[in-house]
């Protein structure tokens, strides 16, 4: 859910039926073939019911406060992944040459084998370039702003990072 353009809905489903090519969580790294586990659907499944019950909060505030507010009918899923939906990625034979974002619960950066870090873990920055050439960082809180770890304004970061326009 956003407030973008008057507000809509991220669907990562509507995303796969244009095209995108969704996987389940990053499982293995073997060189440039990247394996995924088989959770895609309960993935998609338990985003869409986040998505839901932040719904059911904003329309219970809206009931208990008296607002008079439009209704929205419930999120129907228009998509599911196929039993047989891709469980590995071969980067360079996908020409992917850079991957740009990714996200999760918690943060976790062991696959990062260069020495960027503090004694406790939490990337070394500048407004997410590192001192390592071609590593950045994105969606860190107060990268640049109290909005850089959040949906809505981790945009410009990501402008100005891929620009390098903090140096």
């Given at each position: ?61 809206i009931v208990a406060r008296g607002i008079d507010a439009p209704g929205e009918a419930r999120y129907v899923p228009r998509w599911a992944p196929p039993r047989d939906h891709p469980r590995a990625l071969d ?77």
């Amino acid at each position: 859910m956003t407030g973008r353009d008057g507000g809509r809905d991220i669907d990562l489903r509507a995303f796969a039926r244009e095209g995108m090519r969704l996987y389940g969580r990053l499982a293995a790294v073997d060189g440039p073939v990247l394996s995924f586990a088989d959770d895609l659907a309960a993935n998609l499944d338990n985003a869409d019911a986040v998505a839901e019950g932040i719904k059911d909060a904003i329309d219970a505030h809206i009931v208990a406060r008296g607002i008079d507010a439009p209704g929205e009918a419930r999120y129907v899923p228009r998509w599911a992944p196929p039993r047989d939906h891709p469980r590995a990625l071969d980067l360079p034979a996908a020409g992917v040459t850079s991957i740009v974002w990714a996200t999760g619960f918690a943060r976790d950066h062991r696959f990062i084998e260069i020495p960027v870090f503090d004694g406790r873990g939490y990337p070394m920055h500048w407004r997410g370039l590192s001192s390592c050439p071609g590593l950045s960082f994105l969606g860190l809180p107060w990268q640049y702003s109290w909005g850089s770890g959040r949906f809505e304004a981790v945009g410009r970061d990501a402008v100005a990072v891929a620009q390098g326009v903090w140096r």
